[in-house]
């Protein structure tokens, strides 16, 4: 702690930050362009100068840079001398210069830190009379726009998508005052972390893409806490909405999760959403071929009285829908009837997973917590590609070893130029296994290029290596052993170590070898932490919740033991070879489909009820972390559309019950069976904290979804009906779906729709909203966590695999998980389809050889259950004997399977 | 006619020129010529090195220096001892570098070109003992790529130290070793500011680096390193032979700042170039050398040492030439080469085509420099057009004043200011005559 | 991240480091802590074959020394001395400095202007000269000053100027 002066008033700050992030932590504003909280400073912009005094004598004062200005004991400042005050005003003049002044058509404008800026330092007149200077702008892909006449040089993108996210093709080029950001070349931005460049960048050069078509101002979006459900991570977020239209999602602070920033996945796969082939009204296929639309009250008498007649009805659950939707529907059909709706190969991992995270003797890091790991093991993971925003953690986490070299010779952590150029490529050592190269190699201190019974054998190496109690590997060949025991002593000589594993090869070995090492680890002592990767959003709450495989629901309508079964957002095509599905559905004489997209399955159904996404429905998810989130509703979509239908899962279901038992449909509200759900599911029992309940209130308001400034609110439905309607009610939260409620930043709250301050429209305001800048929301960061250690460390397995040997004659199935293509909703997004690379089929260059098969040629890889031809990249990487294919193209190919290779015709083949 | 290949050349003929008394140009050929290795060691070259490598504590080293005052010749006049003395070494550190600033590209600079091209076994001997002093492992020259005479001698140069057991293992039997390469550089001023140059010798753009922390803490690859211009180290070698007092001696009365300097002439006079002379001469003594200015004209103005020092007056030519006396008179020594201006030369344009090279050369990371000199610029060529504004001036003066020390990154921009607003302050009438007549329709 | 990518199907423009070139390049890096230090030599030694640093280079010389292309970029477009554009088979380097233009540069200039009728950062038809002004040469005792290729003149008066063109064929 330390006390600093400012104009006079002395506060108290920590001593550990420049004054920048220490005056914005007191709330006070002072403008700045370069430095960001995660980033650091570099002192580059010149914006953020204040004046500062030698002691009480000094009247004189000089200009420093308050970003690179340590908030040294007994500091005095002044932000409102006249001399600052000008230098600052100078600043912006000079940052406008050759701007374009082009606010009415930027995307950034209403939610821009350069108009904001340029408004706290009063600069409105325009004084330079001479050319400006212009410039091109790229093509970008996708999802990024360009336009770089809007820049002014703060070189904060370079530093986001090189220094921190590694991106190596974006730069800054030229000099003077001629610099460009950009790509060497035109074409597609590469990283995963493109999207953050929106954010990053404090005006309008780098700009959302996909809302640009449909562009709408920030203060004209209605918002709500979201949780990202692109992938296990959990992720906040804050969705915008307009005529019923998500039109872009924005990072929603959490100060233990995400912090500032997300990935493309999540920011950019939310057009599923808005896919014009939505059932958005109940369909009941009968006889005919075309369905027919049906109302409410028609849909659930239908749908009540065919499950009135059935023998025994199988409740399919997803681990892409809430855990509300879940339980409602568990309890619809009986625990004894409920399936989880995940493959069977899966459940077993994710079964595992939760056992570990219980008896590893290892807690699971928070995001946040991962950053100050000192060594890292990653088992079977391509984290950018399973859970991408975890891998941008771990890069923070392997890169910490900068700051720790920094602190040594006195550079403080923020002085972020000083730390890299001190520290050079110094780095903690992070090793991964797995078959191909990944994500994170470039800043790998070992990659081993591994079939998954390799990586799990190494594993158990590892574990056996740290902790001599930990089963012994049989057979281990001497080079393996050898980085086994370089493993271990790296991790044993970590501060905090932290091994990553988890399913995405689907293989049980994989993740038992992760808890070997966790265990061995415990056992010595270590504080370390186990983190463990799970597929989708829910997955790990749907596997606390519990319920059997999918295989045994479709088994038990296949053999006539069920006629009937209510499917709940989950496409079964794409978890099981289509034959076997097809078979079942068909002996059902009831297949009820609730979702939010026109799936294979969804066409199976006889009666389908179209259920919420997440932008339409609340709820509550698990995510890997073990961490219970709330996501509400952002839009009521009757508002816009009338004639939908749409409700949540769990409301179509409770609905659905009552009508079976003939009862009217009560008033529930989701707290209700959030609560029943936890009382029901010991395992989730914490999940009644996750949220303040929909009676909350913020000095008597309920919360405003919509700005304040929100306008055309009477308007916005005149092509429906002139006179302007009650806005939508919403007893399931503490939400209005209206501008009408608290939107403020002074009284802390947890759940922020959007981050807004007065003078602070950028995502800059959420410094507004949190205890320190970077640190944590006032009120506490959303969520509870469920999963925790538990005093005794389990037992090792000793359940270990042979060795993988190549075949000559058969190959053995790897599904990659792929971060654009590979997730079942957000691939059904234009966006996200535009950006995914083709799929390819990859083999090692001696298989291909031996294969006589080129680059480029189109093989066929068959399974026991299903096949797919795909063209062949010949990988340098990739074991011999293994062949990889991108996950999301063919369901029923699972990791694991032998397989056959055959050379297929170029055209015609049936490919996905 | 036919235009002469430049060469660099000194006005001192040898027979005025001693070891004792000219430190640096007492080695220097009369022909112009580089020398060689074997007259370099006739001379008793590298003899300092053997005298101190190894026997001598290299805080001893320091010391001398400190004593001796040798303050930086690349502008700043910053005490070579005292840098050397903070840069970090010990056992718990990483060995660093000694780097050589040979960026020279100051406007008007001219001086570390000559002792690059003839005699570049004196910058290897200063950099072999600097880098003894400074416990570093490793020296580079960084050498703006344009001077491809120096960079011919300097690689010749560095083989044949090499060769003859001067640069390499075990310097001289000394136990100390110590290696140099030659880096050249790919223009753009701003390599000369030693952060720049560090990142620029890292292959990186030239941005200059933040200080704190400063290179001796954490240089080129985040180790220790020391830079220091040519003629910095060139003093190196005659002070440690000959010592402190000696040193101090050469300048006598004239200057508490000790040794020779390099100084030159360049303007519109009859006889542009260099001496070597006691650090303290007086600027007219120089004039009177270059042998006055041409033409019959008079002295309007002038500038005491590169692009970024303020413009003096006639009525200071008889100032002691050093770091401390020039500094008082509102301007900054420099690199301690001159111009003139003559009485018929615009200041306007001359100020125009300084800060036009200022902005051009920024190296375009902090805003003040990056976007109010262009700006500076775009004013002056309207003054000079004639297309003024009433409130061009004060604009100007605010627009120097706000490229202050502490307001921009680097030096860069203090150093564009200082001329503009000197000769602002100096010369008003003539920026006022660029303000259109009222009703004259401006650009 | 490769993997992950959209490939770039113009990237490369199947540009080849010559072989002679690499080796240079990777002798360079041997002079330094780190591969990029070499970035700035390895540019070049491009230009020294080409005259110029072609689009392909960039990323040549990026996967030559393992560093990202956009780095590369970012050093080629700093330095004033790089040409990622074609330039002439002489380059006149006209000083444009304070000293220089006290010696009357301007006036040499526009005399290499006419004759040559370019402007500064232009190539003539015939691709012999290109012109560019570059910061002060350090002989301002020869002012004004101007190098063609590797060699220095100076002073220079305009009428100079006709006949030193004719050196450089
Ligand atoms: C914009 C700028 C350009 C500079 N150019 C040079 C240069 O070309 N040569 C040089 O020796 N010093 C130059 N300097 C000074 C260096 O930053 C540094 O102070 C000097 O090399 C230190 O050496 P010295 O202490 O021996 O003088 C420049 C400084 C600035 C701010
Ligand atoms: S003052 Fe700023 S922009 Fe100018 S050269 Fe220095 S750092 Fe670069
Ligand atoms: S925020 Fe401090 S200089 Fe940019």
């Known amino acids: 702690m330390a006390t600093i002066e400012v104009d006079g008033r002395r506060y108290a700050v920590d001593g550990q930050d420049n004054l920048l992030q220490a005056c914005l932590t007191l709330g006070l504003d002072l403008p700045y362009f370069c430095w960001h909280p995660a980033l650091g400073s570099v002192g580059a912009c010149r914006q953020c100068a204040v004046k500062q005094y030698r002691d009480a004598e000094d009247t004189q004062g000089t200009l420093v840079m308050a970003c690179m200005t340590p908030a040294a004991d007994g500091t005095r400042l002044s932000l409102e001398d006249d001399e600052a005050r000008a230098f600052r005003a100078g600043v912006i003049e000079w940052l406008m210069v050759h701007h374009p002044h082009d606010c009415p058509v930027c995307a950034e404008g209403g939610h821009c830190h350069l108009q904001d800026m340029t408004v706290m330092t009063g600069h409105h007149r325009r004084r330079y009379r001479f050319r400006k200077r212009t410039h091109r702008n790229q093509y970008l892909g996708p999802f990024i726009a360009h336009e770089m006449n809007r820049c002014i040089t703060c070189y904060r993108c370079v530093r986001f998508y090189r220094d921190y996210a590694g991106g190596t093709d974006l730069g800054a080029f030229g000099a003077g005052d001629n610099v460009y950001f950009g790509r060497h070349r035109e074409g597609v931005l590469e990283s995963a972390f493109a999207g953050n460049l929106t954010e990053v960048c404090p005006t309008g050069v780098f700009t959302d893409r996909t809302h640009a078509e449909r562009y709408t101002r920030k203060w004209d979006l209605q918002f709500a806490p979201g949780i990202c459900h692109q992938c296990a991570v959990g992720c906040n977020t804050s969705p915008g909405e307009r005529h019923g239209e998500i039109r872009r999602i924005e990072n929603r602070y959490h100060g233990e999760v995400n912090r500032f920033f997300l990935c493309d996945r999540g920011r950019f796969g939310y057009d599923y959403v808005n896919r014009a082939d939505r059932p958005r009204r109940p369909e009941w296929r009968g006889e005919s071929a075309e369905p027919l639309v049906l109302d409410v009250d028609a849909a659930l008498d239908r749908g009540a009285e065919a499950l009135r007649r059935a023998r025994r009805v199988i409740g399919i659950g997803s681990p892409r829908a809430s855990l509300e939707g879940n339980h409602q529907l568990c309890d619809l059909v009986g625990e004894a009837n409920f399936s989880t709706g995940i493959a069977a190969r899966e459940q077993d991992c994710l079964a595992r997973m939760r056992r570990l995270n219980r008896d590893a003797g290892l807690p699971t890091p928070t995001l946040r917590d991962v950053e100050s790991h000192d060594a890292v093991l990653v088992l079977g993971e391509d984290l950018i590609a399973s859970a991408a925003r975890l891998g941008l953690a771990v890069r923070q986490a392997v890169l910490g070893r900068r700051a720790a070299l920094a602190a040594a010779r006195d550079i403080p952590a923020w002085n972020a130029e000083a730390v890299m150029t001190l520290a050079q490529d110094a780095r903690h050592p992070l090793f991964i296994a797995y078959p191909t190269a990944t994500g994170l190699d470039d800043i790998a201190e070992q990659c081993l290029h591994l079939a998954p019974e390799d990586i799990a054998r190494l594993g158990f190496a590892v574990a056996h290596a740290i902790d001599p109690a930990a089963p012994a590997v049989d057979g281990l060949d001497a080079r393996t052993r050898a980085q086994a025991e370089r493993i271990a002593a790296a991790l044993l000589a970590a501060r905090r170590p932290l091994v990553i594993g988890g399913g995405s090869l689907e293989s049980p070995a994989l993740v038992e070898a992760a808890g070997n090492v966790a265990r061995a680890l415990a056992t010595r002592e270590r504080r370390g932490g186990l983190t463990l990767v799970r597929r989708e959003a829910n997955g790990t709450g749907v596997e606390l919740l519990g319920g059997r495989p999918l295989e045994w629901a479709l088994d038990v309508l296949d053999e006539g033991a069920a006629d009937a079964v209510v499917v709940l957002e989950n496409d079964l095509y794409q978890r099981l070879p289509r034959e076997r599905v097809d078979r079942a559905l068909a002996a059902a004489r009831t297949v009820i489909v609730l979702d939010h997209q026109r799936t294979p399955t969804w066409e199976r159904a006889h009666l389908g009820l179209p259920a919420a996404s997440f932008a339409e429905g609340d709820g509550t998810l698990v995510s890997l972390e073990g961490r219970a989130q709330r996501f509400y509703a952002v839009f009521e979509p009757r508002y816009h559309r009338p004639e939908t239908r749409i409700h949540p899962g769990w409301r179509w279901l409770l609905a659905l019950g009552a009508s079976l038992e003939r009862r009217a449909v009560p008033e529930v509200a989701l707290d209700a069976v959030t609560r029943d759900c936890a009382r029901r599911h010991p395992a989730l029992a914490g999940i009644v904290e996750v949220v303040p309940g929909a009676e909350a209130r913020v000095d008597g308001l309920k919360l405003a979804r919509q700005p304040h400034r929100y306008s055309g609110r009477t308007a916005l439905r005149a092509d429906l009906d002139v006179s302007e309607p009650r806005p939508p009610q919403d007893p399931d939260t503490p939400f209005t779906f209206s501008m009408e409620g608290y939107a403020g930043h002074e009284r802390p709250r947890r759940e922020v729709p959007f981050a807004w301050a007065p003078g602070w429209n950028s995502p800059q305001a959420w410094n507004k909203f949190t205890d320190e800048v970077g640190g944590h929301l006032r009120g506490g960061d959303p969520g509870v966590r469920l999963l925790a250690p538990a005093a005794d460390v389990g037992d090792h397995v000793d359940a270990i695999p042979p060795p993988f040997t190549p075949c000559a004659d058969e190959w053995r199935l790897v599904v990659l998980p792929r971060l654009f293509g590979g997730e079942e909703t957000s691939s059904r997004s234009a966006p996200i389809q535009a950006r995914a690379a083709p799929a390819t089929l990859r083999l090692a260059a001696e298989d291909a050889r031996r294969l006589d098969a080129e680059e480029g040629d189109r093989l066929r890889v068959e399974t026991a259950r299903a096949c797919v031809a795909l063209p062949l990249h010949v990988d340098a990487t990739l074991p011999r004997g293994l062949v990889a294919i991108p996950a999301g193209v063919a369901a029923a190919l699972a990791s694991g399977e032998r397989a056959w290779l055959t050379a297929a015709p170029e055209a015609g083949e049936a490919s996905p | 006619m036919t235009a002469p290949r430049y060469r660099s050349r000194l006005h001192q003929a040898a027979r005025e020129r001693r070891l004792e008394t000219h430190p640096l140009t007492g080695w220097l050929r009369d022909d112009g010529e580089c020398l060689g290795l074997d007259d370099y060691l006739a001379k008793d070259g590298y003899g300092v090195v053997r005298q101190v490598l190894g026997r001598q504590d290299p805080d001893d080293v320091i010391e001398t220096l400190k004593a001796a005052n040798v303050r930086g010749r690349g502008g700043g006049g910053f005490s070579a001892g005292v840098k050397w003395s903070l840069t970090l070494k010990g056992a718990d550190m990483p060995r660093g570098y000694l780097v050589c600033n040979a960026d020279e590209m100051e406007p008007g600079t001219f001086k570390d070109r000559l002792l690059l091209e003839q005699v570049p076994h004196l910058l290897l001997e200063g950099m072999i003992l600097g880098g003894y002093a400074n416990d570093a492992f490793y020296g580079y020259i960084f050498l703006r790529g344009e001077y491809v005479a120096a960079a011919r001698a300097l690689s010749r140069a560095i083989e044949e130290a090499r060769a003859a057991g001067w640069l390499g293992r075990d310097i001289a039997g000394s136990g100390f070793d110590f290696d140099i390469a030659l880096h050249t550089g790919a223009g753009r001023y701003i390599c000369g500011e030693e952060t720049a140059l560090i990142n620029s010798l890292e292959g990186r753009r030239a941005n200059p680096r933040a200080k704190p922390p400063f290179p001796g803490q954490s240089g080129a690859w985040g180790r220790p390193t020391v830079v220091n211009n040519v003629e910095t180290l060139c003093n190196v070698p005659a002070v440690l032979r000959f010592g402190a007092d000696w040193y101090q001696g050469l300048s006598g009365a004239r200057s508490d700042d000790g040794g020779t300097k390099l100084y030159g002439v360049s303007g519109r006079v009859h006889r542009p170039g260099l001496w070597e002379l006691p650090m303290g001469t007086p600027a007219g003594e120089l004039l009177d050398r270059a042998g006055g200015l041409r033409d019959g004209r008079a002295l309007k103005a002038w500038l005491p040492g590169g692009g970024s020092t303020g413009f003096l007056l006639p009525e200071h030519l008889d100032l002691a030439l050093d770091f401390d006396t020039i500094g008082q008179a509102g301007s900054r020594l420099g690199t301690g080469i001159l111009a003139l201006v003559a009485d018929d030369q615009s200041l306007v344009a001359l100020v125009r085509n300084l800060e036009a090279f200022f902005a051009r050369e920024s190296c375009g990371w902090c805003t003040p420099c990056r976007d109010g000199l262009p700006w500076a610029a775009e004013l002056l060529r309207a003054l000079e057009r004639g297309d003024g504004r009433p409130g061009d001036i004060e604009r100007l003066e605010a627009l120097a004043a706000d490229q202050g020390p502490g307001k921009t990154f680097c030096a860069h921009a203090p150093g564009a200011a200082m001329p503009l607003a000197s000769a602002i302050r100096c010369f008003r009438e003539e920026f006022e005559r660029g303000i259109a007549a009222p009703g004259k329709e401006a650009r | ?169």
């Open chain 3, 1 to 169: 991240m490769r993997e992950h990518l959209q490939p770039l199907a113009s990237d490369g423009d199947g540009f080849v480091l010559d072989l002679a070139d690499r080796r240079a390049i990777e002798r360079e890096r041997a002079h330094y802590a780190q591969p990029q230090a070499a970035c700035i030599e390895a540019l070049k030694i491009v230009q020294r074959r080409h005259g110029w640093v072609p689009d392909g280079a960039i990323i040549a010389i990026a996967d030559t020394l393992g560093i990202g292309p956009a780095e590369v970029e970012g050093v080629a477009t700093f330095y004033s001395l790089i040409f990622r554009r074609p330039v002439g088979r002489h380059v006149i380097l006209l000083c444009d400095s304070s000293s220089c233009f006290l010696g009357g540069h301007e006036a040499v200039r526009d005399a290499l202007s006419r004759q040559l009728g370019l402007d500064f950062g232009e190539t003539t038809a015939d691709g012999r000269f290109t012109l560019l002004p570059v910061c002060c040469l350090g002989a301002c005792d020869g002012a004004p000053a101007l190098m063609i290729d590797d060699d220095t003149y100076g002073p220079v008066a305009t009428e100079d100027v006709m006949e030193l063109l004719e050196r450089y064929p």
